[in-house]
């Protein structure tokens, strides 16, 4: 099993910047695709980034040019560097990330961390 821990999270003025960081541990064969996903008040999880084990990344087109992931393989670390950053940005971040047990594809399973919230002020 694959624990994250997420933090970084607060309260920035629209136009500021934040920091995320999600920290994974636990055993696995391999950590393979890492994610964002963020919750705001009554709507669905949906997508903020992800990035695969060999640097690959998508965005939603909503913080496409405003938010950078990245990822520290040796640390098992995702980052999610945001700026310009807008009131519609204000949700629950969550971590995500899918792993090995075993070598084979079968072992496959995922993770979510606890959330962050980000709340950005007008």
């Known amino acids: 099993q694959v624990q994250l821990v997420e933090s970084g999270g607060g309260l920035v003025q629209a136009g500021g910047s934040l920091r995320l960081s999600c920290a994974a541990s636990g055993s696995a064969f391999s950590i393979n695709t890492m994610s964002w996903y963020r919750q705001a008040q009554e709507t669905e999880r949906e997508l903020v980034a992800s990035?695969?084990?060999?640097?690959?990344?998508n965005y939603a087109g909503s913080v496409k040019g405003r938010f950078t992931i990245s990822r520290d393989n040796a640390k098992n670390t995702v980052y999610l560097e945001m700026s310009a950053m807008k009131p519609e940005d204000t949700a629950v971040y969550y971590c995500h990330a899918e792993y090995r047990l075993r070598s084979y594809v079968g072992s496959t399973r995922s993770s979510w961390g606890q959330g962050t919230q980000v709340t950005v002020s007008s």
């Open positions: 990035i695969t084990v060999g640097g690959s990344t």
